[in-house]
């Protein structure tokens, strides 16, 4: 019986071609993680920051978003049938595994050819990252009761503990990267006890759970008000986006759709975003200039290019406040409203990472100048050509419920499209200063080119409204 039930709840949950798709990419990460060698015995910086770096954002990615691969049926059929609870909670562990923790096993083409030892050294990082994917998979389940608070202050925790191997503190689950094995494998083994340990029993009553977090959040209660009073229809867009970043998004990258609704005052996100600002500039200084570029110039403009361009993005397609507008004003100028607002929103945030960059160019840091010109400007264009992709491919449908919204299918895996863009985009520009001015052109004359054609606008709604995004 219970095989046939994680039959059940995976092709529910993802189609065929989908689970095809995760069977086969992993295989070959794994094959060719094994049987590759590389020249270098030991991990670069480039290794070892891009790692942390990945998993740092996955884990802050669940706590916030992460949430039980439920789908709506389930609690009008599968869970009024008389199962064991035991194979019930294997069942929906190994559908969340496959939502989110599979994700991370994908690193394993990447690590392991950094791996010295042979095999037997392949098999413990094997092994540590196949602990870290169960890591995240509970964190997404534990998630799924917590408070805004509660989320910001455990992904706020695990994120610092894991960024410390990169200040030579190695007791923390990601100094498996950094050269310490032993201490991270312990630690990765002593995080992996309590955290299935409550997510399973979370998931043993998880029916109860969620009507609990369904009534807890259904009030649409929020403890302070906007007010537009006054405002022309374009000055209360500016207003609303200058003031406020909304995370309204369903997000369904791997299977995993979940719907968190937090408002976020622009000015709190003005300390982290220095403090952020400040560790790459003294993450650059550590590593000095030599080499042909600056891994953590590199990599600073990767990551950012990619989660700002999506963060800044992913509220806009589910906020009710742009339906609302699309009746009192024309759907263009709404559009262009939005899109200039994003981009000053974006711009404001950028700020510190500017002055960074600036600081790095005044001591002849190797692409520091061309990475200012990446995150001062290319940088706050691309939330607007996220918004267009996500109108026109995306396959989520939107709708007013705390569980799945539906099976995820192949389709989905163009959400990873803007992702890959903004990573070439960010590493060209790097690079090269050439690179750099040409990929500026093509942001501003793409961002040109949607806000001043009304068509592409009108075309936009017509799409999300075939998809039932209403």
């Known amino acids: 019986m219970l095989g046939k039930l994680v039959k059940f709840l995976i092709v529910t949950r993802f189609s065929r071609p989908l689970v095809a798709f995760i069977f086969i990419f992993l295989g070959y990460s794994v094959v060719m993680g094994t049987l590759y060698n590389s020249v270098q015995t030991r991990s670069s910086p480039f290794f070892n920051y891009y790692l942390v770096g990945v998993l740092v954002f996955l884990i802050i990615f669940m706590v916030f978003l992460g949430g039980v691969a439920l789908m709506k049926s389930d609690l009008d059929y599968l869970f009024t049938l008389p199962l064991k609870r035991g194979e019930m ?4 562990y190994l559908a969340q595994f496959m939502a989110t923790g599979v994700s991370f096993l994908f690193a394993v ?134 003031s406020e ?35 790459y500039l003294y993450l650059a200084f550590s590593e000095g200039n030599s080499g042909p570029v600056n891994i953590t110039v590199l990599l600073g403009s990767l990551y950012v290019g990619i989660f700002t361009s999506i963060l800044f993005a992913q509220e806009v397609l589910s906020h009710e406040r742009a339906w609302l507008a699309f009746l009192a004003m024309p759907i263009w100028r709404y559009w262009r409203g939005l899109a200039l607002s994003k981009i000053l929103q974006t711009l404001v ?62 389709k989905q895996v163009l959400g990873l499209a803007p992702i890959l863009i903004f ?18 052109c093509i942001s501003i004359g793409s961002v040109a080119y949607l806000v001043a054609n009304p068509r592409i606008s009108e075309n936009m709604v017509f799409s999300l409204t075939e998809k039932g995004f209403v």
Do not use: C
């Open 349 to 410: 945030i950028m700020v510190p990472f500017v002055v960074s960059d600036a600081i790095l160019g005044l001591y002849g840091f190797t692409g520091a100048l061309n990475a200012l010109i990446f995150m001062g400007a290319t940088v706050p264009l691309s939330p607007v050509i996220v918004i267009y992709f996500q109108s026109r491919l995306s396959v989520n449908q939107i709708v007013d419920t705390e569980i799945m919204s539906g099976q995820q299918n192949l």
């Open 423 to 440: 990573s070439i985009m960010a590493v060209v520009s790097v690079l090269s200063l050439t690179g750099a001015i040409a990929v500026l």
């Open 245 to 279: 970043l909304s995370l309204t998004g369903r997000f369904g990258i791997g299977g995993s759709v979940s719907v968190r609704i937090s408002r976020i005052r622009l000015y709190y996100l003005l300390i982290p975003a220095p403090l952020l600002a400040f560790i």
């Open 89 to 92: 909670v294997i069942s929906l």
């Open 109 to 242: 083409g990447y690590v392991l050819p950094y791996v010295s030892g042979g095999l037997a050294a392949k098999a413990v990082m094997s092994g540590d990252i196949a602990l870290l994917a169960l890591l995240v998979t509970s964190l997404s389940i534990l998630s799924f009761r917590l408070g805004q608070r509660e989320k910001a202050m455990l992904a706020a925790a695990l994120g610092v503990w894991a960024v410390l191997p990169l200040f030579g503190i190695s007791y923390s689950y990601t100094a498996i990267f950094t050269g310490g094995i032993t201490i991270g494998t312990v630690i990765i083994i002593a995080m992996n006890i309590p955290a299935n340990f409550f997510a399973v029993r979370q998931l043993s009553d998880i029916e109860i759970g969620f009507l609990k977090s369904a009534s807890r959040r259904s009030g649409g209660e929020f403890r302070t008000a906007e007010s537009f009073e006054g405002l022309s229809p374009d000055r209360a867009i500016y207003a609303h986006h200058l």
